[in-house]
């Protein structure tokens, strides 16, 4: 996962780019860089942020870095990146994935057009590439949106302004006092003085500089395909994404949930942060207490679910998150998580800092229905095997399966016993899912605008 965010001001943008950009903290645990422009478009500032916080390794840096237009982001690899092309100088930063890079790659290696990296190609680089074929910016992107596999937003930085290309996790347009910015979460734009001005649709360009949207290139309305995950876990709480709050979708989640449940508990909690939101709209349909025995330790941890292995996910998820063992003692309790992925933090969550205090009943609901299907368009699931909800489908099959139609099927026996496998997996005393028709209509859009491809495997 990943965040970017841009802005052109008619000031010295560095400080609100630094802060604009660390709004984005919680999508990734890699990499922070930033890029401004000052007539010329200065060296990127690019740091590692996997063992320090982003503020910490940019607060002296982002003072000396002077523009009025710049582009931040954190991401899993190194940017952003600067390139001198036949279009002119830019820079450029992005977020999503590309699955067909490697082809991509052969097709510019037989054009006998190298790359920088020697071991792993940078998808910033690829797309840079693919955006220099063309004649302008604008039909560069359109090659780019034309030519990869996958979903890729991006910000360019020129000498002229900024272009802002969005996908299925989209960008959105803010607008202040002294210019425009650009960003993935909203939530960069309260503290900033940013209104939300425009919510670009997937496969939409617009062009802006600090005194308004100058351009914006035409959007197939049939391609409005946006990620449901990022109001179930990937947004932060203060985001909205197509004007819906993520906060206030999660806790609808939690009373969607409620709904097809009649468990007895003494109170409900939630798997801090995400699943919190979801456990109060359960306890607030249920009327059942809601109570907080784990607390998230938030300083220098960020989220589990992102690293790119997974004894460092297992290390954070350790780590993070404290119980309270005197509120567990002789209870029958709820707990709402917002997915269930792998599988493995959760099962150590109960092992290791619920069970051993003495509950009576341990019944989990996850706010989402069971992921099936690796994401296709974002550094998250990036296997199969990784899914606990595939793990379990191979135990009853005793092979890998292609037709998952039985396993979609929330009515189905063998739905049930996937199910069943997975609660003994993580040890709980019962597990219960979210149909996916009640997590569309919590979400509050059209089906077909949601890209549900974890879900069902349609993109």
């Known amino acids: 996962m990943g965040g970017i965010f841009g802005l052109a001001l008619k000031k010295n943008c560095s400080e609100k780019l630094f802060y604009g950009t660390d709004y984005h903290s919680h999508l990734a645990t890699e990499f922070g ?19 320090s916080q982003f503020k910490s390794r940019f607060f002296d840096e982002h003072i000396k870095m002077v523009g009025n237009r710049g582009i931040g982001v954190i991401s899993h690899e190194r940017q952003p990146l600067k390139i001198i092309s036949h279009l002119g100088e830019f820079a450029i930063c992005t977020n999503g994935l590309i699955n067909n890079s490697d082809e991509l790659v052969n097709y510019f290696l037989q054009k006998k057009i190298s790359f920088s990296e020697n071991d792993k190609i940078n998808q910033t680089e690829l797309v840079g590439k693919l955006i220099c074929e063309e004649t302008t910016y604008v039909k560069g992107l359109e090659n780019m949106f034309d030519k990869i596999n996958g979903s890729i937003s991006v910000l360019l930085l020129t000498n002229e302004g900024l272009y802002a290309a969005s996908d299925r996790f989209p960008l959105v347009i803010g607008k202040g006092e002294n210019g425009l910015a650009v960003t ?47 109001w179930i876990y990937t947004g932060f709480p203060t985001s909205n994404f197509e004007n819906i709050n993520v906060e206030i979708a999660r806790e609808m989640c939690g009373k969607c949930l409620a709904k097809n449940d ?35 330790y938030t300083p220098g941890w960020g989220r589990s679910y ?11 998820a350790h780590y993070k998150i404290i119980p309270i063992p005197e509120m567990f003692n002789n209870m029958e309790i709820v707990i709402v998580e917002d997915s269930i992925v ?58 890998d399966i292609k037709c998952m139609s039985k396993y979609l099927n929330e009515n189905s026996g063998k739905y049930k016993k996937m199910v069943d496998l997975i609660r003994q997996k993580i040890g709980a005393t019962s597990l219960q899912y979210q149909k996916l028709e009640d997590m569309i209509s919590a979400i509050g859009l059209p089906k077909e605008d949601l890209c549900l491809h974890c879900w069902t495997g349609k993109d």
């Open 33 to 51: 860089g930033l890029a401004v422009s000052n007539e010329r478009i200065q060296d990127p500032r690019i740091h590692n942020i996997r063992n």
């Open 184 to 230: 993935s979460e909203t939530a960069a734009f309260p503290n900033l003085d940013f209104k939300i001005l425009k919510y670009l649709q997937p496969k939409e360009i617009v062009f802006f500089d600090e005194n308004e949207i100058k351009s914006r290139a035409n959007v197939d309305s049939n391609l409005k395909k946006i990620c449901a995950f990022l």
């Open 262 to 296: 009649n468990v007895n508990a003494d109170f409900v909690t939630g798997v801090p942060d995400s699943g919190i939101a979801h456990a109060i709209g359960y306890a607030a349909a249920t009327n059942i207490p809601f109570r907080r025995p784990l607390q998230k």
């Open 306 to 316: 992102i690293p790119p292995n997974q004894n460092e996910r297992d290390l954070i």
């Open 342 to 399: 792998r599988g493995t933090q959760l099962k150590k969550l109960l092992k290791e800092k619920v069970r051993p205090y003495g509950p009576k009943s341990i019944h989990i609901r996850s706010a989402c229905p069971p992921l099936i299907f690796p994401c296709k368009f974002n550094v998250s699931t990036r296997t199969k095997s990784e899914l606990a909800a595939r793990e379990a489908i191979k135990r009853i099959e005793g092979k």
